[in-house]
């Protein structure tokens, strides 16, 4: 094998790699952009003008469904592997990984499956291509692409859109600068209405990757000959033309078999009046080896672009090998090390959440400083202070006896009335601050990538936390009822020891005796109260936070997981690595990643050898 040849096997093998790790096209990664740095070749023509005839006689063998009507319904992604001489040939597609073909006319049946899988046996076809790797000796390295060919009216059976459709799907393959075209044109059939010329010159109008082809030489009208074609008089490329002749239908049926055909398409040339002074520059055999040349020029070209595309995805595989970690330790020691550091990098990722590294700590903030005041400004204090219900409420204190001077009684009940209703806010804020943690920990967890791998672990720190979160709240509800409790077991006596004189200041001596039992005296007490109240407010607005933060916040950044910690150092080894049980999909990645990483490292050092080779 030659330097080139083992290069473009080279960017085969990336292609394949990339193609089973699912990196080819519409993605955005490098791998992806990888496989889009590398050439490939399309064939495009009309239906019928013989592409899959022709792509068969650039492979040596007959595998593709081919006839007349619309045989290939999907693309088919071919990419051929040149293996030591001797070497079995074989064949195996991506959708059946574990198979491995060597009679082709088996292939040829799977691809018709295959595609009647995903359009039905109908006439529909499907731009989901089947990709296919044909391993043998006596292939050159490429990777073809099969497409269905172009149509003009959809036939019985089909959508009215297949014209349009058929035309989009070629057209998106086409279209890539890396893409060599392969222009299929029957030469029974005036050049000037060829559908592949149509469409290649519209996607690459100078010709510079546009190979034409001609089919159909043999038939032909007798007294004609395609010279004006092949010689380029018609229609100029930058590449000569390649005259073709394929099996027959009837030498199909009759299965006339590649080396027969081969030797048929050079005799043809070899002894035809109008072709003989080109012989040399015709058939199958010239064209594969036409293409695989010109692809060794176009890789030389690309080489920097494709090393540094490389070196770019190494870059990127080894930071997601970072990321995805290594294998896990096997010993209970460094197992229970494993787990407290993974641990500590979740609960490290939960104080910046709190601490405002990360974004949410501020949303407890919010919990004191909008949700508490606006939930203690709507208690009901105007209903409960109205004078109906001080009237009432005082009376009643009263008893049998009104009282005589400022309602002692009247005045505690009402009090104590008011703050019961302090209970609520106070309950909902532990709430609220509850909820932000959790929120924050669920977060956090999902933040935190070393966990990924262990959804295990994940599982019981979120327990493990919301148990914990759970208990602070708890405590932290215990606390501030305790705040409200606190403030009617004792009133605040200085406020009380003002009123009286406030009362009597500057006021008619009399007047608090003789109003006692009106409406002003009433209306009087129920402003008292509600100074008191506000007051009393006022101080649960600073206490409330101060509580909450104390019990739950600095709990939280302290002791969250001290209670897992504990348990953890208890348990047996076989119940830590029960814990670092990994996402059968996250050490399936590993792995994928692992080979994608190897491929990539050997294709580089192969890149670097092969272009200081000459
Ligand atoms: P596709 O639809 O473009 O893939 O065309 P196929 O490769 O399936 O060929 C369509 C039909 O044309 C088949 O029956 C082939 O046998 C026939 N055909 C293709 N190329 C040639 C050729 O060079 N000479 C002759 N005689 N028949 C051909
Ligand atoms: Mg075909």
Same mark, same amino acid.
């Given at each position: 094998?030659?330097?080139?040849?083992?290069?473009?096997?080279?960017?085969?093998?990336?292609?394949?790699?990339?193609?089973?790790?699912?990196?080819?096209?519409?993605?955005? +990664?490098?791998?992806?952009?990888?496989?889009?740095? =590398?050439?490939? &070749? /399309? *064939?495009? !023509?009309?239906?019928? #003008?013989?592409?899959?005839?022709?792509?068969?006689?650039?492979?040596?063998?007959?595998?593709?469904?081919?006839?007349?009507?619309?045989?290939?319904?999907?693309?088919?992604?071919?990419?051929?592997?040149?293996?030591?001489?001797?070497?079995?040939?074989?064949?195996?597609?991506?959708?059946?990984?574990?198979?491995?073909?060597?009679?082709?006319?088996?292939?040829?049946?799977?691809?018709?499956?295959?595609?009647?899988?995903?359009?039905?046996?109908?006439?529909?076809?499907?731009?989901?291509?089947?990709?296919?790797?044909?391993?043998?000796?006596?292939?050159? +390295?490429?990777?073809?692409?099969?497409?269905?060919? =172009?149509?003009? &009216? /959809? *036939?019985? !059976?089909?959508?009215? #859109?297949?014209?349009?459709?058929?035309?989009?799907?070629?057209?998106?393959?086409?279209?890539?600068?890396?893409?060599?075209?392969?222009?299929?044109?029957?030469?029974?059939?005036?050049?000037?209405?060829?559908?592949?010329?149509?469409?290649?010159?519209?996607?690459?109008?100078?010709?510079?990757?546009?190979?034409?082809?001609?089919?159909?030489?043999?038939?032909?009208?007798?007294?004609?000959?395609?010279?004006?074609?092949?010689?380029?008089?018609?229609?100029?490329?930058?590449?000569?033309?390649?005259?073709?002749?394929?099996?027959?239908?009837?030498?199909? +049926?009759?299965?006339?078999?590649?080396?027969?055909?081969?030797?048929?398409?050079?005799?043809?040339?070899?002894?035809?009046?109008?072709?003989?002074?080109?012989?040399?520059?015709?058939?199958?055999?010239?064209?594969?080896?036409?293409?695989?040349?010109?692809?060794?020029?176009?890789?030389?070209?690309?080489?920097?672009?494709?090393?540094?595309?490389?070196?770019?995805?190494?870059?990127?595989?080894?930071?997601?090998?970072?990321?995805?970690?290594?294998?896990?330790?096997?010993?209970?020691?460094?197992?229970?090390?494993?787990?407290?550091?993974?641990?500590?990098?979740?609960?490290?990722?939960?104080?910046?959440?709190?601490?405002?590294?990360?974004?949410?700590?501020?949303?407890?903030?919010?919990?004191?400083?909008?949700?508490?005041?606006?939930?203690?400004?709507?208690?009901?204090?105007?209903?409960?202070?109205?004078?109906?219900?001080?009237?009432?409420?005082?009376?009643?204190?009263?008893?049998?006896?009104?009282?005589?001077?400022?309602?002692?009684?009247?005045?505690?009940?009402?009090?104590?009335?008011?703050?019961?209703?302090?209970?609520?806010?106070?309950?909902?804020?532990?709430?609220?601050?509850?909820?932000?943690?959790?929120?924050?920990?669920?977060?956090?967890?999902?933040?935190?990538?070393?966990?990924?791998?262990?959804?295990?672990?994940?599982?019981?720190?979120?327990?493990?936390?919301?148990?914990?979160?759970?208990?602070?709240?708890?405590?932290?509800?215990?606390?501030?009822?305790?705040?409200?409790?606190?403030?009617?077991?004792?009133?605040?006596?200085?406020?009380?020891?003002?009123?009286?004189?406030?009362?009597?200041?500057?006021?008619?001596?009399?007047?608090?005796?003789?109003?006692?039992?009106?409406?002003?005296?009433?209306?009087?007490?129920?402003?008292?109260?509600?100074?008191?109240?506000?007051?009393?407010?006022?101080?649960?607005?600073?206490?409330?936070?101060?509580?909450?933060?104390?019990?739950?916040?600095?709990?939280?950044?302290?002791?969250?997981?001290?209670?897992?910690?504990?348990?953890?150092?208890?348990?047996?080894?076989?119940?830590?690595?029960?814990?670092?049980?990994?996402?059968?999909?996250?050490?399936?990645?590993?792995?994928?990643?692992?080979?994608?990483?190897?491929?990539?490292?050997?294709?580089?050092?192969?890149?670097?050898?092969?272009?200081?080779?000459?």
């Amino acid at each position: 094998m030659t330097t080139m040849e083992s290069l473009i096997g080279l960017v085969n093998r990336i292609q394949r790699a990339c193609t089973v790790l699912g990196d080819y096209g519409g993605g955005d +990664n490098a791998f992806s952009s990888l496989w889009e740095a =590398l050439p490939s &070749v /399309a *064939v495009v !023509g009309g239906q019928s #003008s013989g592409k899959s005839s022709v792509l068969e006689s650039i492979v040596g063998r007959d595998f593709l469904p081919r006839g007349s009507g619309i045989v290939t319904r999907r693309p088919l992604v071919l990419q051929l592997h040149k293996t030591e001489d001797g070497s079995q040939e074989y064949a195996e597609f991506l959708h059946l990984p574990k198979r491995r073909f060597t009679d082709f006319s088996l292939v040829r049946k799977e691809i018709q499956d295959e595609t009647d899988r995903m359009t039905g046996k109908t006439k529909q076809i499907s731009p989901v291509p089947i990709h296919l790797s044909i391993y043998s000796p006596n292939v050159v +390295n490429l990777t073809l692409i099969d497409l269905p060919g =172009l149509t003009k &009216v /959809a *036939v019985e !059976g089909q959508p009215e #859109s297949v014209v349009q459709d058929i035309e989009t799907m070629v057209r998106s393959y086409v279209e890539k600068p890396n893409c060599i075209i392969l222009a299929i044109s029957p030469a029974n059939q005036d050049i000037a209405t060829s559908d592949a010329i149509k469409l290649s010159r519209e996607v690459d109008p100078l010709g510079e990757r546009t190979f034409g082809v001609l089919t159909k030489l043999d038939l032909m009208d007798k007294g004609t000959n395609a010279l004006d074609v092949l010689e380029g008089r018609s229609y100029r490329l930058q590449y000569p033309w390649v005259g073709i002749v394929n099996r027959s239908q009837a030498d199909i +049926n009759k299965n006339v078999d590649m080396i027969v055909a081969r030797r048929k398409e050079r005799e043809y040339f070899a002894t035809s009046p109008d072709y003989g002074h080109l012989a040399n520059k015709m058939g199958s055999e010239y064209l594969a080896k036409l293409l695989s040349k010109h692809l060794e020029s176009v890789i030389r070209a690309r080489i920097p672009s494709i090393t540094s595309l490389i070196n770019k995805s190494i870059e990127e595989l080894e930071s997601e090998m970072d990321h995805l970690g290594r294998p896990v330790a096997v010993d209970a020691g460094a197992q229970l090390y494993t787990i407290l550091e993974l641990c500590r990098a979740f609960d490290r990722i939960f104080k910046e959440h709190l601490d405002g590294g990360r974004p949410g700590g501020d949303r407890i903030y919010g919990v004191f400083d909008n949700q508490l005041p606006a939930a203690l400004r709507k208690l009901p204090f105007d209903r409960h202070l109205s004078l109906q219900n001080v009237r009432r409420v005082v009376s009643e204190a009263d008893g049998y006896q009104p009282h005589l001077i400022a309602p002692e009684q009247g005045y505690r009940r009402l009090i104590e009335g008011a703050l019961n209703y302090f209970r609520g806010p106070a309950e909902a804020s532990v709430d609220a601050v509850h909820f932000v943690l959790k929120e924050l920990v669920r977060k956090s967890i999902g933040e935190t990538q070393e966990l990924k791998r262990f959804p295990t672990l994940q599982g019981e720190i979120a327990a493990a936390s919301s148990e914990a979160l759970e208990r602070f709240r708890e405590d932290s509800k215990k606390t501030v009822i305790r705040l409200v409790d606190m403030e009617s077991s004792y009133l605040t006596v200085e406020f009380f020891r003002r009123l009286p004189q406030e009362v009597e200041k500057g006021g008619n001596p009399t007047s608090s005796t003789v109003d006692r039992y009106t409406e002003g005296h009433f209306r009087r007490i129920g402003s008292n109260v509600s100074s008191y109240i506000n007051m009393v407010s006022e101080t649960l607005k600073n206490t409330i936070p101060k509580a909450v933060v104390y019990c739950q916040v600095r709990e939280a950044k302290q002791s969250l997981l001290n209670h897992f910690y504990t348990q953890i150092g208890k348990k047996e080894a076989k119940q830590l690595s029960q814990l670092l049980d990994e996402d059968p999909a996250l050490m399936e990645r590993r792995q994928q990643c692992a080979k994608r990483l190897e491929l990539y490292k050997s294709a580089r050092d192969e890149i670097d050898s092969v272009s200081w080779a000459r």
